[in-house]
């Protein structure tokens, strides 16, 4: 018997199966679908990860008061781009000069820029919304030290002092109309000047001694965050230690447990997300291979049976010169064929599911504003979609080798006369 009539046949088994062969696919594609969605969403969360940090800037460390802070000012918006003060109680903003005097004397550091951020209205065009995020920057570093990328305009200047710089959504979202460069906008009361408007964001930039007269509970001297540009990124762990040292010795701080600031550095917060992100991918992974072992067990029953059911027509076939290997890939064939249909099946699920947990927003991880919506973005790579192919095809012809060997050695006399 030629290979393809022992494949036609294993298809003609499949389409005749019985109700309990396909739920047996059902299971199989409950199994795949599990695994395509947990990949697909560790993928793209993987890369939106990656994206944000890059945002960040793997050569920004960020000192921030309080030693609860851990990982700056919300993954959001970055350490010098977004601070949430509200979390900063009046006692522990306790950042000044003199910390970014002591920090410009430390080798491998570049720039040096205190900043300080709070909410306040925004009026343009009689519209006005409600607490809007305002960060204070030193106009004559922050063009060097922010990884923010201009859509139109310019950043600000040394001697800018009511100019502001907005991000995207403010600029095309917040208000009826959008706002464009050199438009007058009233914060705080106060008129100010459009000079540019960021790629992206909802946060505008000012001068930080303007913004001291326009945001409540700042203080004339005090910074939410002081953000530090290194030369070599290859020595940010030696820097965080150094600059942890001498703000400790500056502050008069002997003991670690009563140190009252965080010097945080990106790429440490990349690789303790990364971590956990794969030990909960490993845990989802682990559950939805049950499914798959669920499938597998099912595929050997109905195969067993399949056998039982069809033992007559193995020895009709043995009579009329099928050989042994023939028997052998038919049933192969057979199973292999219920793995491809639930791999199939489990693949259009995985994607519908993966894709319906992205256009929900995904899984918000790290409180209100979260430090990634893990699912909020899905990559289902070709890569993918062929590995849980092959992946359950395998598992189907493994799952069904012990029946189809056992239909294989069949004797055709004692299976002619099987009832």
Do not use: C
């Not at 003199?98 to 004397?105: E, P």
């Not at 070599?232 to 600059?243: H, K, R, W, Y």
């Not at 010097?263 to 049950?290: H, K, S, W, Y």
């Amino acid at each position: 018997m030629r290979l393809k009539k022992s494949f036609q046949i294993a298809i003609n088994l499949l389409f005749h199966s019985k109700l309990r062969s396909w739920l047996t696919i059902l299971g199989i594609v409950i199994g795949i679908a599990a695994v395509v969605s947990i990949v697909s969403i560790s993928l793209g969360a993987q890369q939106q990860l990656e994206e944000r940090l890059g945002q960040l800037g793997a050569d920004i460390i960020t000192v921030s008061p309080g030693v609860q802070r851990a990982f700056g000012g919300g993954f959001g918006g970055g350490p010098f781009r977004e601070v949430n003060s509200n979390s900063i109680s009046s006692e522990t903003k306790n950042l000044t000069n003199k910390d970014i005097i002591v920090i410009k004397s430390i080798s491998n550091v570049k720039y040096v820029m205190g900043q300080v951020s709070g909410q306040a209205d925004v009026t343009f065009s009689s519209k006005t919304a409600k607490n809007v995020r305002i960060n204070g920057v030193d106009a004559s570093v922050w063009k060097d030290i922010t990884t923010e990328k201009l859509s139109s305009g310019r950043f600000l200047m040394q001697g800018d002092t009511y100019s502001v710089v907005i991000g995207n959504r403010i600029a095309t979202t917040m208000f009826e109309k959008e706002i464009p460069i050199n438009s007058k906008i009233i914060i705080g009361g106060k008129l100010f000047n459009v000079v540019g408007i960021l790629q992206e964001g909802s946060t505008i930039y000012m001068p930080i001694d303007t913004a001291r007269t326009i945001l409540e509970n700042v203080g004339e001297e005090e910074f939410n965050s002081i953000s530090v540009k290194i030369e070599d990124v290859s020595l940010a762990n030696q820097t965080v230690t150094e600059i942890t040292k001498k703000l400790m010795l500056s502050r008069g701080i002997l003991n670690e447990k009563k140190r009252d600031f965080t010097v945080t550095n990106p790429a440490t917060m990349q690789q303790t997300i990364q971590e956990t992100m794969r030990t909960m991918t490993l845990f989802l992974g682990a559950i939805a291979a049950i499914s798959l072992i669920v499938g597998a067990v099912g595929i050997t029953n109905t195969m067993f049976t399949s056998v039982l059911e069809r033992t007559r027509d193995i020895g009709i076939m043995k009579s009329i010169g099928a050989k042994n290997i023939d028997i052998l890939l038919i049933f192969l064939f057979n199973s292999g064929l219920i793995g491809l249909v639930g791999g199939l099946g489990g693949v259009i699920l995985g994607f519908v599911s993966s894709t319906a947990i992205s256009s929900m927003g995904g899984i918000q991880i790290g409180g209100g504003r979260g430090l990634m919506g893990l699912g909020a973005s899905t990559f289902v790579s070709f890569q993918l979609i062929i590995g849980a192919l092959l992946f359950s095809v395998l598992i189907g012809m493994i799952a069904g080798a012990i029946p189809a060997y056992r239909a294989s050695k069949l004797n055709p006399v004692d299976a002619l006369r099987y009832e």
